[in-house]
């Protein structure tokens, strides 16, 4: 008690400061209950000038939502140990948020190499020498953990003097000790600072990766090849018991293309064995290229560290000049590519089967569009990514190259080529993916001068421009530019590489037959017009609500609230405005601002000085006013929504809209997934380069969405939470519950672990971290039930409840450690663990 009265005291007393030295001194009224000099209230919209309001509602509020009180693990844990044969003692300080997230990616991983051990069979078969890779990659990564993430103190113990226990604190003295005793006092501290701990690629510093408490790295090295450890067993074991393709029945899609080689005669399944062997090779290559990149970063800042002081976010190694550096990266890339080519050459030499299920021509090009892929990513969204989710997302590029390289060369030189090497089934389904996602990027890189050039148009004022007047139709201009550029090369190079890849059948017409193969004619069309019709109706209810949202309140400060305010940027909005001057008619029009007299009033007495006149309920006399009164009466209340529960909307959204599409018809389910990737890139096009006449909407609506993970220049949750919800379905398959995973994940389990964790969490899993127990509980129960409600509808096959809870509660615990994007690497993880342990 005497511990809780203290800190009210103490503020009591420093208010009492401030007030004395206030000029205002004697104007102030004292203290009262029913008169309160700082008054917020609950939704933190607006402030009423001349009524205060009672600190009942804050206590209220306090009561409503509890912090957690307990944790069950510390934040960080010394361990003090001695080397045998000597009298040294080192003490090891680890941080047990990144400790439990990185033990439980290398127990996954060396659990997905053990399985993969266990069905090889021959030691020197293909798929023991996978596993081989695979335990040499966790081995590469538990010493890197244990170098850069762990800090080490020596501490040297005098002869007479007990060794330390780790266990049993000693207590402290009541006084200080004397200067001479401090100086034996034994303990050389050598901890790291956050600079050191986090890696960083080559030529890139702090400030071109987002703000996180941990670089998630070994999300990066472990997460590639923990998903195609789960693809290869996958495919094992269903060669073991069919010849078939691994799809389920319910895919309506043509069979997939195999050539027809009478020297290596190769079925679907066996094409798709080997391809996913090699994949799992790609896979620790890209890690190694990693691993190689942070090493040298980290070795070459050491040796060019001085006494100087840099730049916030810079360092010392890396020049100011962004020619400089991309030239050195060049120059390092190629080193690596000529580097990595020769250690394969070398390896294959020495009878070893590390990395041999690649050609020296896929050595080549992965390495260098894997590392160029890494540079262009981290500098074009730049501060979006941390390092662990830029390799990933440079990995599944890097596949979709490589899958595009392989279809383009069987393809060219098809009767010299054994099989077509994909990692999924060469279905039009692969090809359509790779025309939409790939082309995208594709259409950005070749348009790039016309969104520069209306990026910088927009972002400069009026006032600076030459020729002000002609701003608005040089913005016309480039926009034109680029939606026609669009057409051609959507229309013609990515038309004309569809069309060639599905054997000379136009990929329009083709589209057009294929909405009528469904289960019935009117299926696919009907899941069309029901997608359609339910984001058209989110989208516009959001814009209404975000209006009315800025019309009934005002931008809460940002010491008043723990999210972050993001404020569109200035540039983008006055680029919105035309810069012709007004008419006179419209300044005529124009309605003054209104006066005191004139300012609605609430019906509880309430004043709203900021708000045109509102009308009251009373006093209307038809009904439409009246039910244009009771939505402006909801929109009042919906926008009062907090961030979390609004980008939570969403998730909850998927489920509702991909759920009947996967049961349908899980194959146009696959396709349409891609086709919204595209609209998404094309969006975020209009959006950060402003291209008329779309760019400032879009920037302001999704402005309203953002969280302190998209503190980046582009803008990535929408592409997480659609990626996350289509990659288990895009990983193909024949288990139908595994296509269902991402979007349990994110829409179920994911949402409701926010609202449980954030109302009724009591206790935290560490101290360092926000995440409770109670929230992850609910993340897995409710994944488990939304599952059985599946089985229970016939929608998936019998599978066992016991190790589906197990993965789900794998997944909420990654989900409660991890500070990485949880929509990019939950679903993954989840359906490699599904996958892995035969659920």
């Known amino acids: 008690m005497r511990n809780s009265t203290r800190p009210a005291s103490d503020s009591h007393s420093q208010s009492g400061g401030s007030r004395r030295n206030s000029p205002t001194r004697g104007l102030r009224e004292p203290f009262t209950r029913s008169r309160s000099p700082a008054v917020h209230t609950l939704s933190g919209t607006f402030t009423l000038p001349h009524r205060t309001q009672s600190p009942a509602i804050m206590q209220k509020a306090r009561h409503t939502f509890p912090p957690p009180t307990r944790s069950l693990l510390p934040g960080s844990v010394n361990v003090t140990f001695r080397i045998p044969f000597t009298f040294s003692f080192w003490m090891v300080d680890i941080d047990v948020r990144q400790a439990a997230e990185n033990c439980l990616l290398l127990v996954s991983l060396g659990f997905g190499a053990d399985k993969l051990r266990a069905v090889a069979g021959d030691p020197f078969s293909p798929d023991m020498w996978c596993s081989i890779e695979i335990t040499l990659l966790i081995v590469a990564s538990i010493i890197y953990y244990c170098i850069t993430r762990l800090a080490w103190h020596k501490v040297i113990i005098p ?18 000790r004397p200067l001479e005793n401090r100086r ?47 693809l290869l067993y996958l495919t094992i074991r269903w060669s073991q018991s069919s010849d078939s393709a691994p799809l389920p029945s319910n895919w309506l899609i043509e069979a997939p293309r195999v050539l027809s080689d009478d020297t290596y005669p190769h079925t679907a399944l066996e094409s798709l064995l080997v391809s996913r062997r090699s994949l799992v090779s790609l896979s620790t290559f890209c890690s190694t290229i990693l691993i190689v990149h942070v090493c040298a970063s980290r070795i070459t800042e050491a040796r060019h560290r001085r006494k100087i002081k840099v730049p916030d976010g810079e360092l010392n190694h890396v020049p100011r000049k962004a020619g400089r550096r991309a030239y050195l990266y060049v120059l390092f ?50 501060h979006g990514f941390t390092l662990g989710e830029l390799s990933l997302v440079s990995f599944g590029a890097t596949v979709l190259f490589m899958e595009m390289m392989n279809l383009t060369i069987a393809r060219v030189w098809s009767s010299s080529t054994p099989f077509i090497k994909t990692y999924r089934l060469p279905t039009p389904l692969l090809i359509y993916q790779i025309a939409l996602i790939p082309g995208s990027f594709l259409v950005g890189f070749l348009l790039s001068p016309f969104l520069y050039l209306s990026r910088q148009l927009a972002r400069r004022p009026a006032r600076r421009l030459k020729f002000p007047e002609e701003k608005l139709r040089q913005r016309r201009l480039l926009a034109l530019g680029f939606y026609g550029g669009t057409f051609l090369i959507v229309g013609g190079l990515i038309g004309l590489w569809a069309r060639w890849c599905l054997g000379n059948r136009d990929p329009w017409i083709w589209v057009v037959l294929w909405l009528l193969e469904g289960r019935t004619k009117w299926t696919r069309p009907a899941l069309l017009a029901y997608w359609a019709a339910l984001g058209s109706i989110s989208v516009a209810g959001w814009n209404r609500q975000l209006a009315r949202s800025r019309r009934y309140r005002t931008r809460p400060m940002a010491s008043m609230t723990n999210e972050s305010v993001v404020v569109p940027a200035t540039g983008i909005l006055e680029s919105a405005r035309p810069s012709t001057p007004t008419s006179s008619s419209s300044t005529n029009n124009a309605r003054p601002p209104p006066s005191p007299s004139e300012e609605s009033q609430h019906p509880l007495g309430l004043n709203f000085p900021n708000l045109p006149n509102l009308p009251n309920l009373p006093h209307l006399t038809n009904g439409t ?36 599409g996967i049961v349908v018809d899980p194959a146009f389910a696959h396709l349409s997934f891609g086709a919204a990737f595209a609209l998404f890139t094309f969006a975020e096009y209009v959006r950060y380069f402003a291209l008329y006449p779309f760019g400032a909407a ?32 895009w990983l193909e398959g024949s288990s139908r519950l595994l296509h269902f995973t991402g979007i349990l994940v994110l829409g179920v389990g994911d949402a409701l ?18 995440k409770t127990i109670e929230g992850s509980a609910a993340f897995t129960l409710s994944i488990m039930l939304c599952a059985w409600l599946l089985r229970l509808c016939g929608c998936t096959e019998r599978f066992s409840i016991i190790r589906y809870g197990v993965a789900a509660a794998a997944a909420s615990v990654l989900e409660a450690f991890s500070v990485q994007n949880d929509n990019l690497t939950l679903p993954l993880y989840m359906w490699s663990m599904l996958a892995l342990i035969d659920v």
């Open 159 to 176: 002869p007479s003097a007990d060794p330390p226990n780790s266990t049993t604190p000693t207590p402290r003295p009541a006084s200080p």
């Open 184 to 230: 034996s006092a034994s303990v050389l501290t050598t901890s790291l600072n956050k600079k050191e701990e986090t890696g960083f690629l080559w030529m890139t510093v702090p400030k071109n990766y987002r703000d996180a408490a941990d670089d998630g790295i070994l999300t990066g090295l472990l997460g590639g090849p923990l998903i195609v450890t789960a």
């Open 333 to 382: 890339t190629v080193s690596v590519t000529l580097w990595i080519l020769c250690v394969k050459i070398a390896l294959g030499e020495a009878q070893l089967g590390i990395w041999q299920g690649l050609r020296n021509s896929e050595v080549v090009a992965a390495s260098l569009f894997y590392q160029f892929t890494l540079y262009i990513a981290v500098r074009l969204a730049h």
């Open 625 to 660: 006013n009246v039910a244009t009164e009771l939505l402006d009466a909801a929109d009042k209340r919906v926008p009062t929504l907090s961030l979390n529960a609004r980008r939570k909307f969403f998730h909850v959204l998927a489920v509702v809209m991909f759920v009947p």
């Open 698 to 729: 879009v920037h302001v609506f999704m402005n309203e969405f953002l969280d302190q993970k998209d503190s980046g220049t582009a803008i990535l949750s929408h592409f997480y939470l659609l990626s996350g919800c289509a990659i288990t379905l």
């Open 753 to 770: 672990a926010s609202i449980v964790g954030k109302r009724f969490g009591r206790h935290k899993w560490a101290s360092s971290i926000p």
